[in-house]
């Protein structure tokens, strides 16, 4: 500390130090400290200009500001190269969140091409001053200038796609630009054109044989690469081969990285951020490792293409099924292929290129819960066989499908965005669906009156009790609870839940599965007593009743496994917590009805499934009135029945209605066979995941069994309290499945 000194004959600066800290150590940690005389305008008048800390246009103490890099340099073709693969790494880090100016936006050559805005194509070049007609051949304007032209076109599509769809900034994407057009106005057209030129002149130079074909590697990667966002933004299925191609070059470019050498000059520089329209502060640059760059380019291509399976998909809960698998994969797919999912639905102005919104809404009734009903038959078109009173009731339903469609979509985009936005964005929309539901209950009422519907005794016929199928409102209320299962079962895969709440999240998750499957019964009930009382029906309609029927029991199957293996972890982390071998932490400023509520706050809005109080909760799920040795029988008997229920989950495929024959052939030209062969090939990445999330949740069933054989042998040795219990994380090998946490118990 500099000694007091007087600098002015009226002033003199004293050390207040050892005052200031004594004042400050009798605070205690966390007050916030305010002088009411200070205010935000004397506080941001406080902020020095110049100061390079706080000022980030700040070139006062920069000597180098004034040094200009020299595109007049003649550049190597390893140096082009170094180049080339620096702006890949770069353009990975964009596409996975990071914005323009940490990435792209810091190499100078962009910045050249990109500003002053060019014009027109030629505008876009590095020495703008020199007219394009003369100086010799480069490498700089003749191969690197049409491989960064490919690129940013690229990025271009990519945000085109991406700002056209649900997605969320700082999150999923960063699409400032920062005033600087990404090429919008030159088509990719004209871009291929410059790409093939500089091809042609590559191959004709005499430059040495391997970085010569290591510079035509990359020109024609980014040409497929170009090709494959072009065919994706005009809605254009890609072919399978462009595939292959693209990760041809990219693994010859990954094997020929060691040959680009790094530029003399600075290339790279955070200095243009000064020249961008930024209101944030100069951030570090951003490039991802080569390692790490060229997985992530591979995978963004495969799912790119792979992406367009899903439009061969005809049935609605297929192709949510199609879509959770597709997006929940281990390494989750980009956020332009997430982005491309969404672009599906609305392909065309049809859902999946085929289908209008009411269409895809009405096939799913019609298989799920009202398969012969009047109201859905083909025959339905023709107004005069409809009386007065039905026909509006007809022209009520169409205008409430009509207005609840949007809703119906978003699920499916609500799937493609990143994993904890998914959980929370179904928070929301389930209050969403519990007023649509309640809605349709109204609609059903007048459905009933118009079409003469009759009511049937359920559940228990001897009781006398009649009632009516409400078969709209139980479609909503089907996928309602699909949405609360998601929820849970998130929860648990986001790591939300603390270990000691797992007891109770797993009860309540088995409950929301009791509950559907009663609802699925309910349905099931219904559709065979209105197939029963009209056996004179033609085939056809008999046809559609069993198809409803065994779609019914495919969702209970899933669910009846689902609901078993969640009991019986609720039953072994019952154990855990009588013996203590879960460690509940200590929350001063909480208490258990706080965090229950909290975990249900999705849930308590809702009219049905009624929320379920704190107090009840608890007892209920406590199994108070059970011995360990009852509770563990319990377990091992619903986690054998788990595994015998994923095993025949297994056994069936994973879509219910066969798949679309391939656009790209002609309709009906494939033998048996060969549609066949087509439909395995063009599945696989939806099966493939499918299966994997199926045997996962077995494996977790192998686990659980474990866990309940290491219980009941501590349990009959009495050495329970020499039990050690250790929770896995999501991501580790011990996690075989992201929504089931099996603790891993050791003596």
């Not at 596409?95 to 505008?123: A, N």
């Not at 040495?208 to 966002?229: G, H, I, N, Q």
């Not at 205008?399 to 978003?410: G, H, V, W």
């Amino acid at each position: 500390m500099f000694p007091a000194r007087i600098i002015h004959p009226n002033v003199q600066i004293n050390d207040i130090s050892g005052q200031f800290r004594n004042a400050a150590s009798t605070l205690q940690p966390g007050k916030l400290v305010k002088d009411e005389h200070f205010t935000l305008f004397e506080a941001v008048s406080a902020l020095e200009i110049g100061d390079p800390k706080m000022d980030s246009g700040s070139v006062a103490f920069d000597p180098d500001n004034e040094i200009e890099f020299d595109f007049s340099t003649t550049i190597s073709p390893e140096e082009t190269i170094w180049l080339m693969d620096e702006l890949l790494c770069r353009e990975v880090a964009w596409h996975k969140g990071y914005p323009l100016s940490q990435t792209l936006f810091t190499s100078v050559h962009i910045d050249r091409l990109l500003w002053p805005e060019p014009k027109r194509l030629s505008d876009a070049r590095f020495l703008r001053e020199t007219p394009v007609t003369t100086g010799p051949p480069s490498l700089l304007e003749d191969v690197f200038r049409p491989y960064c032209l490919a690129l940013v076109k690229a990025c271009d599509l990519v945000l085109g796609m991406v700002m056209s769809q649900h997605y969320y900034e700082e999150e999923d994407f960063a699409s400032q630009i920062f005033n600087r057009p990404l090429l919008h106005t030159f088509s990719p057209d004209e871009i291929l054109s410059e790409l093939q030129i500089a091809q042609a002149r590559l191959s004709q130079s005499d430059l040495p044989t391997e970085p010569k074909e290591a510079l035509v590697d990359r020109l024609s990667v980014r040409s497929s690469f170009l090709k494959l966002l072009n065919t994706c933004s005009a809605g254009d299925r890609p072919e399978e081969s462009l595939h292959d191609e693209c990760i041809a070059f990219l693994d010859r470019i990954e094997a020929t990285t060691n040959l680009g050498h790094a530029v003399p000059t600075e290339a790279f520089t955070l200095k243009i951020q000064r020249k961008l329209a930024s209101s944030v502060p100069p951030r570090p640059m951003i490039a991802i490792e080569r390692p790490k760059a060229f997985p992530f380019f591979r995978q963004l291509i495969t799912d790119t293409i792979t992406a367009f399976q899903l439009l061969d998909v005809s049935f609605s809960a297929d192709l949510l099924v199609a879509y959770q698998q597709f997006t929940a994969q281990e390494r989750q797919p980009a956020v332009y292929v997430r982005a491309l999912l969404q672009a599906f639905l609305y392909l065309n102005n049809h859902v999946l290129g085929r289908y209008s919104p009411k269409d895809f809404i009405l096939q799913d009734m019609r298989i799920l819960v009202l398969p012969t009903h009047r109201l859905l038959c083909s025959s339905g078109q023709d107004d005069e066989i409809f009386t007065d009173a039905q026909f509006n009731v007809v022209s009520h339903f169409d205008m409430f499908i009509d207005r609840t469609a949007e809703s119906f979509l978003n699920l499916f985009r609500t799937v493609c965005l990143n994993r904890p936005r998914v959980r929370r964005t179904i928070c929301h929309a389930a209050q969403e669906w519990d007023q649509i539901q309640a809605e349709a209950e109204d609609l059903d009422t007048l459905i009933q009156s118009a079409f003469g519907e009759q009511p049937i005794p359920y559940p228990d016929p001897a009781d006398g009790a009649m009632t009516f199928s409400y078969s709209l409102s139980s479609w909503f209320y089907h996928y309602k609870l699909i949405q609360l299962r998601t929820i849970v079962q998130m929860g648990f895969e986001l790591s939300i839940y603390a270990p000691h709440e797992c007891r109770s999240m797993y009860w309540y998750l088995s409950f929301l599965c009791g509950t559907h499957m009663s609802h699925l019964e309910r349905i099931s009930y219904f559709v065979s007593s209105a197939a029963a009382s009209s056996q004179s029906r033609p085939d056809p309609a008999q046809q559609a009743v069993q198809r409803t029927l065994h779609h019914l029991y495919r969702q209970f199957t899933f669910l009846k496994a689902t609901e078993s293996l969640a009991k019986s972890l609720h039953r072994i982390f019952v154990i855990l917590e009588r013996h203590s071998l879960l460690v509940k932490p200590n929350f001063p400023y909480s208490s258990d009805k706080m965090r229950y509520e909290l975990r249900m706050r999705p849930f308590l809005p809702l009219a049905i499934p009624e929320p379920i109080g704190e107090d009840v909760a608890s007892h209920v799920s406590s199994l108070a009135g059970l011995s360990d040795e009852e509770v563990l029988e319990q377990a091992a008997a619903m986690n054998q029945v788990a595994r015998r229920a994923w095993e025949e989950v297994l056994r069936e495929p994973w879509h219910t209605e066969p798949l679309e024959p391939e656009q790209s052939g002609t309709p009906g030209s494939l033998g048996q066979n060969e549609k066949a062969k087509g439909d395995e090939g063009r599945t696989k990445v939806v099966e493939r995941e499918w299966t994997k999330d199926v045997r996962n949740s077995m494996k977790s069933c192998i686990g659980t069994g474990i866990a309940i054989s290491t219980l009941n042998k501590a349990l009959k040795e009495r050495k329970m309290g020499r039990l050690q219990v250790e929770m896995p994380i999501g991501g580790e090998r011990d996690r075989w499945h992201v929504a089931w946490v099996v603790p891993k118990i050791k003596n």
